[in-house]
Nanobody, 125 residues
Framework: VQLQASGGGLAQAGGSLSLSCSVS????????MGWYRQVPGSQRDLVAT???????NYADSVKGRFTISRDDAKTTVYLQMNSLKPEDTATYYC????????????????????WGQGTLVTVSS
């Protein structure tokens, strides 16, 4: 299974960026997909998840600003990031799992078996 993330870069505070993650080697439509982010010296934190049924879950810090979506035909998951803040600066990782997860465990990074290489997002103030 391979995940290839793209779309990171530099944005100003209040601006927008869109991330994409192309997935191959698995039946994409059966995967739960997630976006996580990490800054050096810190753990990898949940940003958003989306189940194979389309249910979404967001970290409180990004609710109302970020939107996760997926296109099963293109085997791609997206993260639209609006109203960016300097504290959104991080390396963003996409992740996938075919495990059957209960809602409360969707955000646990340990439950995701496949990870992309990460894409850096930098938000300037």
């Amino acid at each position: 299974v391979q995940l290839q993330a793209s779309g990171g870069g530099l944005a100003q505070a209040g601006g927008s960026l869109s991330l994409s993650c192309s997935v191959s080697g698995t039946i994409f439509s059966t995967n739960i997909m997630g976006w996580y982010r990490q800054v050096p010296g810190s753990q990898r934190d949940l940003v958003a998840t989306m189940t194979d049924g389309g249910a979404t879950n967001y970290a409180d810090s990004v609710k109302g600003r970020f939107t996760i979506s997926r296109d099963d035909a293109k085997t791609t998951v997206y993260l639209q990031m609006n109203s960016l803040k300097p504290e959104d600066t991080a390396t963003y990782y996409c992740a996938a799992t075919q495990r059957s997860l209960i809602t409360s465990s969707l955000g646990w990074a340990a439950n995701y078996d496949y990870w992309g290489q990460g894409t850096l997002v930098t938000v300037s103030s």
